[in-house]
């Protein structure tokens, strides 16, 4: 396929006066469309989308938690997208610049270190930029130190949702009636605000019942509810997505995969909950990232979107499957066969067991479907992590260091033969 694009000036039918761009899209002397681009009335242009082959117009996106894991990978994606991004992130130990090393001299990200609750700045970003939509990605996101500290979890999950949902809303007030239509505020949440699923129960759905079991899990809950109320009381063109398990490039390694990765690579203790057969369902971000594309350019406001892989797996599988990667693409390493790390711990406090995601609705609706398998997802990804010391190490910093002797004592410190810390198996 290679469709052409024609340009010329239209007139406005009433006023008989220049009204701006025309664009025709014209292959092999097929018209496929046009578009009208009204000066001083439009702030994007059409754009054929390079990966689903769908016109799409050029956005600014506000986006929130833009260095963390999954938005620096979805800044990367919307850029190659051509949208222009602005990226609010107060930078956590989570949020890292270096994620967003490929993006440096790129006039079209804007990074701005400061926090979702801190209205005056997110007011100051919204009338300055005047975005077509924000992506809230901006939290606290691991169950364990939600276990060990909540206080944050709320501070930002919950409080910091409200007031960037406040501002927001009073943006949204402030545009003209057809960019208030198009305008979006998709809330990217997750599927442990479901709670926990027993071995046989079907999927979650999006009408499956809230019921968190952690601080993290409740606090997103609590976030979901408020941007679900703001969309049914103001109308606020508001959409939550609730996505299973990602893995990927840049991920902090306080999580299952990359903590598995580096800690196998170093000849460490691989840390197993309880008995490892808590079941999570797995996918990749790029994938992840897709989803929240097509939910931006086709969702429908007030709609919930289930996102997940279709990817169950025990933890001990998943662990499994990681040792067998690094066996392959490190046989020379001496932490081979590297399962001989793996160490059952005690298990976490209200470690929910199954998590399942019936992703029916974005299939069939939107037409998004995941594109790698766990296999491949999860090669790519310890690719990654060998081929990035750099990164790897500016995130081994003592904070990171701390974090790991608080949570895993001696299983997380660098032993040759290491001990079995207490635990069920
Ligand atoms: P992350 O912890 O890697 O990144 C979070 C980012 O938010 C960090 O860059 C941090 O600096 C920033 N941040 C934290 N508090 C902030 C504040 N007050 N103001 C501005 N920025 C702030 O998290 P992640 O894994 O990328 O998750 C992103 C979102 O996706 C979260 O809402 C999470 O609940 C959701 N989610 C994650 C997963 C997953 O498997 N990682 C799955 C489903 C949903
Ligand atoms: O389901 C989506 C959620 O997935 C996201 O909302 C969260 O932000 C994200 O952190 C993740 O939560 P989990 O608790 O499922 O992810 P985590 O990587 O912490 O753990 C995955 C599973 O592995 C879980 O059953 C706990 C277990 N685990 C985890 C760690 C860190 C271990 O067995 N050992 C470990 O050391």
């Given at each position: ?6 340009a ?22 097929r018209?496929?469309?046009s578009?009208?681009?009204r ?66 001299g ?6 701005i ?32 130190r939600?276990i ?6 709320i ?14 809303r ?9 960019r208030?239509?198009?305008?979006r ?8 605000v ?6 046989q ?7 499956s ?6 601080p ?9 509810h ?19 398990n ?19 690579v170093e ?7 309880g ?9 990749h971000?790029d ?11 086709k ?18 599988e998943?662990?499994n499957?990681l ?42 609706e ?8 766990f296999?491949?997802g999860m090669?790519k ?6 081929d ?30 290491p ?7």
């Amino acid at each position: 396929m290679n469709p052409q694009f024609y340009a010329g000036a239209y007139y406005d039918e009433i006023s008989e006066l220049p009204g701006g761009l025309i664009l025709f899209l014209v292959e092999s002397n097929r018209f496929l469309g046009s578009y009208k681009y009204r000066i001083g009335l439009d702030s994007y242009f059409p754009r054929l989308c390079g990966s689903c082959g769908e016109f799409h117009m050029n956005k600014t996106i506000l986006v929130t938690g833009g260095a963390g894991f999954i938005g620096s990978n979805f800044v990367r994606c919307e850029r190659l997208r051509s949208n222009r991004i602005i990226n609010l992130d107060i930078l956590t130990y989570a949020g890292n610049l270096l994620n967003l090393e490929q993006l440096k001299g790129d006039s079209d990200h804007i990074f701005i270190q400061g926090d979702i609750r801190d209205r005056e700045l997110v007011r100051k970003l919204l009338k300055g930029y005047q975005p077509d939509a924000v992506v809230n990605l901006a939290a606290e996101s691991h169950v364990d130190r939600s276990i060990d500290s909540p206080e944050s979890f709320i501070q930002t999950n919950i409080i910091g949702t409200y007031h960037l949902m406040e501002e927001a809303r009073e943006y949204w007030k402030s545009l003209s009636p057809e960019r208030r239509e198009h305008f979006r505020f998709l809330h990217v949440s997750t599927d442990e605000v479901y709670g926990s699923l027993g071995p046989q129960a079907p999927a979650f759905i999006e009408n499956s019942p809230y019921a968190p079991n952690s601080p993290y899990s409740a606090s997103k809950a609590a976030s979901d509810h408020l941007v679900r109320a703001y969309f049914h009381t103001f109308g606020v063109p508001a959409i939550i997505t609730n996505c299973s398990n990602n893995y990927g490039p840049r991920q902090f390694p306080e999580k299952l995969a990359p903590l598995i990765v580096l800690n196998a690579v170093e000849g460490k203790p691989l840390p197993i909950y309880g008995d490892g057969l808590n079941v999570r369902d797995w996918l990749h971000v790029d994938d992840h990232c897709d989803a929240l594309h097509a939910v931006l350019e086709k969702g429908k406001p007030g709609q919930t979107y289930n996102i997940g892989g279709c990817c169950e797996k025990t933890n001990l599988e998943t662990v499994n499957t990681l040792c067998a990667l690094l066996d392959e693409m490190i046989p020379t390493s001496r932490h081979v066969p590297h399962c001989s790390l793996i160490t059952f711990v005690e298990d976490r406090p209200g470690h929910d067991r199954r998590y399942a995601i019936d992703c029916s609705r974005i299939r069939s609706e939107l037409g998004w479907r995941a594109k790698e398998t766990f296999e491949s997802g999860m090669r790519k990804t310890i690719q990654w992590y060998l081929d990035n010391p750099e990164w790897v190490h500016s995130i081994k910093t003592g904070a990171y260091r701390d974090w790991m002797s608080r949570q895993y004592g001696g299983a997380g410190k660098n032993e040759d033969s290491p001990q079995k810390a207490p635990g069920k198996a």
